[in-house]
């Protein structure tokens, strides 16, 4: 399932974490928003997330994903698996349209509404009308740089823009 009109990408290098994401919001062939936050902490902001998709739909599913993580500890991957299968069981959920990426210290996931729970290889995962874009230039960026992992997601997602139409260079960055 590809989601259009955003950018999230997430990168670990070093024992550092960061997510960031663009803020554009596209209804069709319009920009509808510029400055959108797609990016998020969770469970007492030991977890970092991000979306794409629709808006509605991302907000009910980290809904779903805080009961998960509060019903787990803060087990990311547990949480991610459970919502996984409620996600894709669920004849209400299942009709929601977005894609989570999450992150914490040791895990790394994407999760779809199909039921996927991908763990990078990596360290990097990208979701969104412009995660190849981001994924090309954070692996070119993770191997022939110095930077560090907020260094190589906020590059990312400024070639992204440069080069997507439904990325622009309103950037949220999280970092742990």
Known sequence: MQMHGTTIIAVKKENQIS?????????????????SQKIRTLY????????????ADA????????????EYKGNLKRSAVEL???????????????MIIAVD?????????TGDVIEPDDDIAVIG?????????????????????????EESLKITADICI?????LTILEK
């Open 84 to 98: 996984a299968k409620e996600w894709r069981s669920d004849k209400y959920l299942r009709r929601l349209e977005a």
């Open 166 to 170: 439904y990325t622009n260079h309103n």
């Open 44 to 55: 007492n902001g030991d977890i970092l997330a991000g979306f794409a998709g629709a808006t």
């Open 19 to 35: 997510i960031g994401g663009d803020g554009q919001v596209t209804l069709g062939n319009t920009i509808f928003k510029a400055k």
């Open 129 to 153: 009308s412009g995660g190849t874009y981001a994924l090309a230039a954070a692996r070119a960026l993770v191997k022939f740089s110095d930077l560090n992992a907020k260094q190589i997601v």
């Open 59 to 70: 907000f009910t599913l980290f809904e779903k994903f805080e009961i998960k993580l509060k």
């Open 105 to 113: 210290k040791e895990n790394m996931y994407i999760l779809s509404g």
